[in-house]
Protein backbone atom coordinates (compact mmCIF):
# COMPACT_ATOMS: atom_id res chain seq x y z
CA UNK A 1 0.00 0.00 0.00
CA UNK A 2 1.17 3.59 -0.73
CA UNK A 3 1.79 5.33 1.51
CA UNK A 4 0.76 8.76 0.41
CA UNK A 5 -1.34 9.49 -2.92
CA UNK A 6 -0.60 12.93 -4.32
CA UNK A 7 -3.93 14.28 -6.67
CA UNK A 8 -5.13 17.06 -8.05
CA UNK A 9 -1.71 18.55 -10.69
CA UNK A 10 -2.72 19.19 -13.81
CA UNK A 11 -2.31 22.49 -16.74
CA UNK A 12 -3.38 26.04 -15.36
CA UNK A 13 -2.89 29.23 -16.95
CA UNK A 14 -1.08 31.99 -14.83
CA UNK A 15 -3.36 33.64 -12.13
CA UNK A 16 -4.82 30.37 -12.23
CA UNK A 17 -5.47 28.21 -9.53
CA UNK A 18 -5.56 23.82 -8.47
CA UNK A 19 -6.19 22.28 -4.96
CA UNK A 20 -3.96 19.59 -4.56
CA UNK A 21 -5.07 16.34 -2.23
CA UNK A 22 -2.74 14.08 -0.68
CA UNK A 23 -4.10 11.00 1.11
CA UNK A 24 -2.67 9.09 3.63
CA UNK A 25 -2.60 4.75 3.90
CA UNK A 26 -2.70 5.73 8.23
CA UNK A 27 -3.59 8.32 10.40
CA UNK A 28 -1.33 11.38 10.18
CA UNK A 29 -3.12 13.36 13.09
CA UNK A 30 0.00 13.53 15.15
CA UNK A 31 2.63 14.56 12.65
CA UNK A 32 3.87 17.27 10.95
CA UNK A 33 2.93 17.05 7.09
CA UNK A 34 4.87 19.36 4.50
CA UNK A 35 4.39 19.94 0.76
CA UNK A 36 7.60 19.78 -1.69
CA UNK A 37 7.94 20.44 -5.29
CA UNK A 38 10.83 19.93 -7.29
CA UNK A 39 10.77 22.35 -10.74
CA UNK A 40 12.97 20.48 -13.93
CA UNK A 41 16.52 20.40 -13.18
CA UNK A 42 16.28 21.81 -9.57
CA UNK A 43 16.65 20.75 -6.30
CA UNK A 44 13.28 19.77 -3.83
CA UNK A 45 11.93 22.88 -2.83
CA UNK A 46 9.93 23.21 1.20
CA UNK A 47 6.75 24.37 -0.24
CA UNK A 48 4.74 24.34 3.30
CA UNK A 49 4.85 22.74 6.52
CA UNK A 50 1.68 22.09 8.65
CA UNK A 51 1.58 21.28 12.33
CA UNK A 52 -0.82 18.61 13.67
CA UNK A 53 -2.95 22.03 14.47
CA UNK A 54 -3.17 22.96 10.96
CA UNK A 55 -1.35 26.07 11.47
CA UNK A 56 1.11 26.53 8.01
CA UNK A 57 4.14 28.24 7.58
CA UNK A 58 5.07 28.65 3.99
CA UNK A 59 8.06 29.26 2.01
CA UNK A 60 8.65 33.31 0.63
CA UNK A 61 7.72 32.56 -2.91
CA UNK A 62 4.22 31.21 -2.02
CA UNK A 63 3.22 33.40 0.98
CA UNK A 64 -0.21 34.33 0.30
CA UNK A 65 -0.96 32.31 -2.96
CA UNK A 66 -0.59 28.99 -1.41
CA UNK A 67 -2.79 27.80 1.91
CA UNK A 68 -2.27 24.38 3.02
CA UNK A 69 -4.51 22.64 5.45
CA UNK A 70 -5.62 19.14 7.15
CA UNK A 71 -8.74 17.03 7.51
CA UNK A 72 -7.04 14.19 9.96
CA UNK A 73 -10.08 12.57 9.86
CA UNK A 74 -10.13 11.40 6.39
CA UNK A 75 -5.88 11.08 6.78
CA UNK A 76 -5.79 13.97 4.02
CA UNK A 77 -3.73 17.12 3.43
CA UNK A 78 -4.21 19.87 0.55
CA UNK A 79 -2.62 22.68 -0.96
CA UNK A 80 -4.87 25.17 -2.49
CA UNK A 81 -2.94 27.51 -4.89
CA UNK A 82 -3.84 30.76 -6.11
CA UNK A 83 -2.74 33.42 -8.16
CA UNK A 84 -0.23 30.52 -9.79
CA UNK A 85 2.86 31.94 -11.59
CA UNK A 86 4.96 30.20 -14.71
CA UNK A 87 8.09 29.45 -11.98
CA UNK A 88 5.16 27.28 -9.99
CA UNK A 89 5.64 24.41 -12.24
CA UNK A 90 6.85 21.62 -10.60
CA UNK A 91 5.96 18.01 -9.37
CA UNK A 92 4.66 18.56 -5.77
CA UNK A 93 5.25 15.90 -3.28
CA UNK A 94 3.77 15.36 -0.16
CA UNK A 95 5.71 14.48 2.83
CA UNK A 96 5.12 12.78 6.58
CA UNK A 97 7.45 10.73 9.02
CA UNK A 98 9.00 8.47 6.66
CA UNK A 99 6.37 8.87 4.16
CA UNK A 100 6.79 10.21 0.68
CA UNK A 101 4.27 10.71 -2.58
CA UNK A 102 4.96 9.79 -6.29
CA UNK A 103 4.02 13.79 -7.03
CA UNK A 104 1.05 15.14 -8.86
CA UNK A 105 2.85 17.87 -11.64
CA UNK A 106 1.60 21.31 -11.60
CA UNK A 107 2.14 23.40 -15.18
CA UNK A 108 1.86 26.71 -14.99
CA UNK A 109 1.82 28.67 -18.64
CA UNK A 110 -0.34 30.26 -21.20
Known amino acids: QVPLVESGGGWVQPGGSLRLSCVAS???????MRWYRQAPGEQRELVAVLSTAGSAHYAESVEGRFNASRDNSKNSIYLQMNSLKPEDTAVYYC?????WGQGTAVTVSS
Open 26 to 32: RSISNYL
Open 95 to 99: NGPGM
